[in-house]
C-alpha cells in the first residue's frame, strides 16, 4: 500500500513539475500542415498553392553573392529528389530566368558572414509565383530553407502553400558544437551536420578540436602535435579549409576550440616540458580521469602557443578562438612546487593562476585580431571584457557574465550526448519570462549551443544523437519565444527529421544497420517495435556504469535506441489527451498501440533469443507486454464507470517498480503513460482532468 | 487462347533455357550455416566450437609486414562491433599475444601487393583456438575475412565452428570498376567500396577516370584538366593516395583507366586543339551521343599525352594503365580531311588508325613502366602482345585474344548497371567447362571484373546496384568452377549482404530513405512489401525510355528496387520446390505469401495515393494483388487434384499480360513463378516435374 501511495504521490510530483504549456501560434496554422523548424516569426496563409512542375525555376535579382546561387541551384537538386520531377533548369546563375520565373530571389548585398548580420527575409507564395527578399545572401539562405520545408503533396501533385512569410532570428548565435576529440569524426561526417545546420537555420559550427585522446588538426609550425597526438586521426589544413569553405557556402561561421589549459594530454604528449607535472605522456583511450594542465609559470608555455595561435588565427577566418578552460582541477598546480613559487605572492589561487593563463592567451589572440570564448569557469574576477562565456555549469553564469558586461552563450540544458528528450533543450529557454535583465544586458546574450561530447558515440552513431534534437534547439535559438508548443513541435520534428535524412544524415537509417547487425537477421521490424518504446538512460548513467574507452564497439541496443522514441512520444500524447477529454477515438488509439506492444512480443522473443547481444534486454520486452495488458485493464475499468478495486492496484505496484527499471542501458518509455491510465481507472469516472500534462517518464534519469 | 498458348509456350521457353544446377559442395556443409562468400576451395567441418568472449586475442608470427598487424585490429573491431563484446586486446602489434592466443597468424612474409601473388591461406579452428597460416600477407588477408564470416551466435553466445579451410583463387584479377566519370563517387564512396572489396577477396579496383562528363582526377601538369573539365568534382592528388593507400592496405590494386581516343569531351574541353572536330567543347550532361575524339594526327596529341601519362604512371603504383579505347566510331576522322590526308596511303581504315594512336600510346606507357589494357575494341592486327584485352561486348574477344597470345579479363556479363539478378553473374564463367583451350592459353584469362557504370546513379544509390551482386561474381572468379548452386548461393548471399552493411555500405539502409522520401512518411513498411518483389527493368531499356541528364534525381521507385528482391526470390524458390515436391509446407509457405501480398494491399495503396511520385507504380501494386488471388485459385485447384478448367486458365491470359507491362521502370517478378502455378494446376495433379528450373521473369527484359 506504502507503494502505490508512492506511486501516486510520484504521479501527482510530475505534473506539478511539468512545464505550463503556452502556444503563440494559431491553431489554425499549428493544423495547417505547414512542417516549417525553426517555425517563422509571422506567417499567414491564404487560400491558393503554386503547384510544382517541370517548369519550375529560379531567378535572382539585385546583389546576392555566389552563396545565393549556389543555394538556389541546391533547393532546384533538393525538390528535385523530393518531388521525382526533374526540372528544365538545373543550375542557377546570373542570367537564370527572370521576372517571369516561378521562384524570384531579391537580394540587396552578399552580405558578410558575421554574428549580428542581417538573417531576415520575406517570402511571398501565391499560386502564381513566389517572391524571396532579403537585404542579405544570409537571409536569403535562411529563407530558401523555409520554401524547401513548405514543399507539399497531395494525389493532385507537389505544391507550395499560398502564404506569407515575415521572419528574423530571435538570437544571433545558434550553435552546434561536435567534439572530434575523444572519438574522431571525419569530413563527411561533418559535412552532412553542416547541411543538417543549414537546413534548421543553425549558424555556428564550434568545432572542439583537443582533448587528453587527441588533438585534431595538422599544425604546420608544430607537426608533432597531431604526429604523436592524434592517433593519425585528424583534418589536415586543407580538408579544414574544405569544412570553413563548406559551412561558408552555407552560411555558418567555424569555431575552432583548442581546449587549456587542463584536458591537454593530446599536447603534452608532443610537449612534456610544457606540463605541470614530469611526463611521459599517453593519449587516453578512456574517458574522465585526471586532466593534466600546460605549466603557466613557464614562460615556453606561452611562446610555444603565441605560435600555434598564430597559425590557427590565419587559418580559421572566424573572429572567435575558442580556449576552453573547463575543469582544471588545479591539482597538478598545487603539486608543483615551483608552479607554487611562482605564484607567491600575488596568485592567491590556482583560480586566479587560471585567469592570468587565460589572460595573458587572450592578450596573444586579441593581437591575432580574434575574440577569445571559453567555458564558464573563465568567469573570473580580472577576465578582460572582450571574452565571451559558455554557460554550461548552469544558468547562474549566463545572468552574471552578461551583468559583468560580458557576452554569453547558453550551452547549460543542450546537451545532446545526454539524451534527454527533444522538448527538455526546447523549453530551456535562455531569457526565460520574467527574466530581470536591462535590455543592453539582455542583448548580450548572444545565444545558445546544443553541445555533442563524444564519449560514446562513433561517425555511425553519432547523426542520431544530434538530430532531430538540435533541430527544436534551433526552433528555441529562432522562433519568438512564445512558440513552445510540445506536442506541435514533436509533430513538426518528426516531419522534419525525415527531410534532414534526406541531406544523407544517418539518424534514421543507420538504426536499422544496428538492429540488423546486432540480430544478424534482415527481418528487424519486432525489435524496431521495442526499440520504438524505449530510449537510452539520460545524463551520465551510462558513462557511470560501463568502463568505456575509444575501443568500445558501441554497438548495442542503447545506442540504436535514441532519446526520442516516437511510438512512446505518440503514446504519451494520446494518453494525455485521454486523462483530459476521454473520448472513444482517443481510447481506440491507445488500445491499438498496448495491443500492438502485446502481438509484437512472440516475434520479438523469437528474435531476442539466438542473439546474446539483445539478451540484457529481455526484462524490458516482458515489462512492455506486462504493462500493455496493465493498461488495457485499466481502460476496461475505466469504460465500466467505476473505480477499479484497489487491490487490483497494489498489485501492479511490483510491475511498475519492474518496469522503471534499466536494462541494456536503457529504459521504457512508455511507464508513466500506464501509470495515468492505472490512476484514472481508480478514480473511475471518466471527467476531464483539466490540470493534466504530458508525462515523460523522467523517474530515475 | 492463341494468348494462352502464348503464355504456356513462354514459360515451356524459359525451362528450356533455365541453366543446369551443379553442386560442387556437400548438402552437409550447403546446411551447415556457414555463410562463407565466396567458398573456399577446401572446407571441412569438424564438431565443436571456438567461443568468442572478452579474452579473445590475437597474435602474429612470422615475417607478416603491416598490412597484416592492421587487418588483424580491424579483424578485432569487426568482431566487437557483430558480437557486443568488448575485447581486453584492442591493437594487434608485433609483441601482441604469444602461442597461448586464441588466434595465431603465421606469415612467412609480408608479400607484394601484385597480381599471381600467392594469395592461399589455411585455417584450422578447433575448440581451443584457431590458427591462421599463409605464406604471405596478401593470404593472411583472405584468410581473415573468412574468419569473420565464420563468426555466428546461438542463445548461448557467439562462436565459430571449429572447421579446416584450406584456401587459394581460381583466378588471379577479381575486379570492380567504378565509373567516377559519368556521376562523380567521392572519397567515402570508394572507400566503403574498398571495404566491401576486400570482404568477399576482390583484388582490384578499376577506376574510370575520364569521359564525356568530366575528367577526374587532378593533374599537376595540367591543372586545366580538370580547371575547365571537371565541373569542380575530382579527386586531388593527395585524395587519390589516400585511396591507393587505404586500398594497398587491404591487398587491393587501383588501376586508372583514362579513356582514349574517343570518349574524349572533358580533355577537349580545355585542349580543343587536340581534338579531331573544331569545338569549342563543352562537358556532356546528357548521356550517350557522339563521342569526340583526339586528333591522331596531330604530333601535340602524343606530346600531350606522354606528357600526361608519365605523371599518371608516377601517381599510381599498379603496373597497369588503362586507355580505354572503346566505341570509337570514327565520325570525327573520317569527316577531317587533315586526318584522311595523313591516313595515306598506309593506314586504309579508322580501326587501322585508332590501332596506330594505341600502339603510340602504349609505346610511351611501357616506356614509363607500365603495361596497357584497353577493351576489346584495341584488339587489332598489329596490336602489341604486352597488351591486356578486357572483352566487354562478348566473351569471342577473350578466347581470341589469349589465342592470339594477349592476357584478358572478362567483363561482359558483369556489367552491374544493367541490374540482371546477381545468378546471372554468378553463372557466368569465363571458361565455362568444355572450352577448348591449351594449358598456357587458359592461363591468360586472368579472371574477371565487375562493371559499374554510372549513368543512373549517384552517390547515395551506388552502393546498392554493386551489391550484393558483386558479390556473387567474386565467388565466381575466387571459388572452385563446381561450386554453382544458384539456392544456396542466394542463401549466403542474404546473409553476406548483411556482413557487407556493417562495412558502412549502403545497399541496404538508403533503400527506406528514398521509400522514406517519396512518400514523405517515416513507417514504409507496405512500400517495402512491394520494393521486395519487384526490380528495376534490365540492360539499356531505362536508359531508352527516359532522357537522363547528370541533373536527374534518381531518387523513383526503380533507383530504390534493386535486382535481387528478396521475396520474389525467396518466392521462386519456394514455387520452384513445390513443383518439383508438392509437400504441404512449401504450399503454405507459399499461400502464406501470397496472402500477405494481398493483405499489405490497403495499406500499400493509402501510401501511393498521396504521393504522386509513386502514382506510376499503382499497376504493379494491382498485379500483385491480382496474381497473388490467382495463385491461391491455382493451389485450390491442384489440392483438388482435378485440372483446372481450361476457360479459367484463359481468363488469366489478361492478367499475366498485364502484370508483365513494365512501369515506373520497374517490373514485378513473382509473374512467371505465378504462372508455373496456374500451369501445374492446368495439368492437374501434385506429381512431380524433375525437369522444372529455377524461373526468375526474364521475359520482355
Not at 132 to 160: H, K
Not at 616 to 634: H, W
Given at each position: ?229 592524434s592517433n593519425g586521426q585528424y ?311 560501463g568502463d568505456y574507452t575509444i ?147 523522467r523517474d530515475g534519469d
Amino acid at each position: 500500500m506504502a507503494k502505490l501511495i508512492l506511486v501516486v504521490f510520484a504521479f501527482a510530483l510530475s505534473l506539478a513539475s511539468a512545464p505550463a504549456s503556452a502556444e503563440g501560434v494559431p491553431t489554425s496554422l499549428q493544423q495547417s500542415g505547414m512542417n516549417l523548424m525553426p517555425w517563422p516569426a509571422h506567417v499567414r496563409l491564404h487560400e491558393g498553392r503554386l503547384a510544382l512542375t517541370q517548369q519550375f525555376d529560379i531567378a535572382v535579382t539585385g546583389h546576392p553573392g555566389q552563396r545565393v546561387y549556389d543555394a538556389a541551384t541546391r533547393l532546384l537538386q533538393s525538390l528535385q529528389r523530393r518531388s521525382g520531377i526533374e526540372f528544365d533548369q538545373h543550375v542557377v546563375k546570373a542570367r537564370s530566368g527572370g521576372e517571369q520565373a516561378e521562384l524570384v530571389i531579391d537580394v540587396r548585398r552578399p552580405g558578410v558572414l558575421k554574428l549580428g548580420e542581417d538573417e531576415s527575409y520575406r517570402l511571398l507564395i501565391d499560386s502564381g509565383h513566389a517572391v524571396l527578399t532579403a537585404e542579405d545572401g544570409l537571409g536569403a539562405l535562411r529563407g530558401l530553407q523555409t520554401f524547401l520545408q513548405l514543399l507539399q503533396s497531395d494525389p493532385n501533385g507537389y505544391y507550395l502553400p499560398a502564404v506569407e512569410i515575415r521572419d528574423q532570428p530571435r538570437f544571433e548565435w545558434r550553435g552546434l558544437m561536435i567534439d572530434v576529440a575523444r572519438h574522431f569524426q571525419p569530413v563527411d561526417v561533418i559535412e552532412r551536420n553542416i547541411r543538417g545546420m543549414a537546413a534548421v537555420k543553425l549558424n555556428v559550427l564550434h568545432l572542439h578540436l583537443s582533448d587528453n585522446q587527441g588533438l585534431r588538426i595538422q599544425s604546420n609550425v608544430f607537426p608533432e602535435l597531431t604526429g604523436l597526438g592524434s592517433n593519425g586521426q585528424y583534418y589536415t589544413q586543407t580538408q579544414i579549409k574544405h569544412i570553413i569553405q563548406y559551412a561558408d557556402d552555407r552560411g555558418i561561421i567555424v569555431v575552432p576550440e583548442f581546449d587549456l589549459p587542463a584536458h591537454a594530454v593530446s599536447w603534452l604528449v608532443s610537449h612534456p616540458e610544457l606540463a605541470s607535472a614530469p611526463g611521459p605522456y599517453h593519449l587516453y583511450t578512456r574517458f574522465g580521469g585526471k586532466n593534466p594542465a600546460f605549466d603557466p609559470s613557464n614562460p615556453e608555455t606561452y611562446r610555444f602557443l603565441g605560435r600555434f595561435f598564430k597559425e590557427m588565427a590565419n587559418l580559421f577566418p572566424a573572429p572567435y578562438i575558442h580556449i576552453g578552460g573547463d575543469e582544471n582541477s588545479g591539482a597538478q598546480w598545487s603539486n608543483n612546487p615551483a608552479i607554487q613559487a611562482y605564484m607567491q605572492p600575488a596568485i592567491t589561487s590556482n583560480a586566479a593562476l587560471q585567469t592570468q593563463f587565460i589572460q595573458k592567451l587572450a592578450a596573444m589572440i586579441t593581437a591575432d585580431g580574434k575574440q577569445i570564448i571559453g567555458w564558464d569557469e573563465i568567469l573570473q574576477p580580472g577576465l578582460e571584457k572582450g571574452a565571451i562565456i559558455q554557460s554550461w555549469r548552469g544558468k547562474e553564469s549566463l545572468y552574471q557574465a552578461v551583468r559583468e558586461g560580458h557576452r554569453t552563450i547558453l550551452s547549460n540544458g543542450y546537451y545532446l550526448d545526454l539524451l534527454y528528450p527533444a522538448s527538455d533543450g526546447y523549453l530551456n529557454d535562455p531569457i526565460p519570462p520574467g527574466t530581470h535583465l536591462g535590455r543592453s544586458t539582455r542583448r548580450n546574450i548572444l545565444g545558445g549551443e546544443a553541445e555533442m561530447w563524444s564519449e560514446l558515440v562513433r561517425p555511425e552513431t553519432i547523426d542520431s544523437r544530434i538530430w532531430p534534437s538540435a533541430a527544436a534547439i534551433a526552433e528555441r535559438l529562432w522562433s519568438p519565444q512564445d512558440v513552445r508548443d510540445v506536442a506541435w513541435m514533436y509533430k513538426r520534428l518528426r516531419a522534419v527529421n525525415l527531410q534532414l535524412e534526406g541531406l544523407c544524415l544517418t539518424q534514421i537509417r543507420n538504426q536499422g544497420v544496428l538492429l540488423r547487425q546486432l540480430t544478424g537477421q534482415r527481418e528487424v521490424e519486432s525489435l524496431r517495435v521495442l526499440v520504438d518504446v524505449i530510449s537510452p538512460v539520460r545524463g551520465y548513467q551510462r558513462m557511470a556504469s560501463g568502463d568505456y574507452t575509444i575501443y568500445s564497439p558501441l554497438a548495442s541496443i542503447t545506442d540504436a535506441a535514441t532519446a526520442n522514441p516516437w511510438a512512446a512520444i505518440q503514446f504519451n500524447e494520446w494518453v494525455d489527451r485521454f486523462v483530459q477529454h476521454p473520448d472513444p477515438d482517443t481510447e481506440q488509439q491507445i488500445r491499438a498501440q498496448l495491443e500492438q506492444w502485446i502481438a509484437n512480443d512472440p516475434a520479438l522473443e523469437t528474435l531476442i533469443q539466438p542473439s546474446p547481444a539483445l539478451h540484457p534486454v529481455k526484462p524490458l520486452a516482458q515489462s512492455l507486454v506486462t504493462l500493455s495488458r496493465l493498461g488495457l485493464q485499466a481502460l476496461d475499468y475505466i469504460d465500466q464507470k467505476q473505480p477499479a478495486p484497489q487491490a487490483w492496484a497494489r498489485q501492479t505496484t511490483t510491475d511498475f517498480l519492474q518496469a522503471r527499471e534499466p536494462a541494456a542501458a536503457t529504459k521504457l518509455r512508455m511507464v508513466d503513460a500506464v501509470e495515468r491510465l492505472v490512476v484514472m481507472a481508480l478514480k473511475g469516472d471518466r471527467s476531464s482532468e483539466t490540470d493534466a500534462e504530458h508525462g515523460d517518464d523522467r523517474d530515475g534519469d
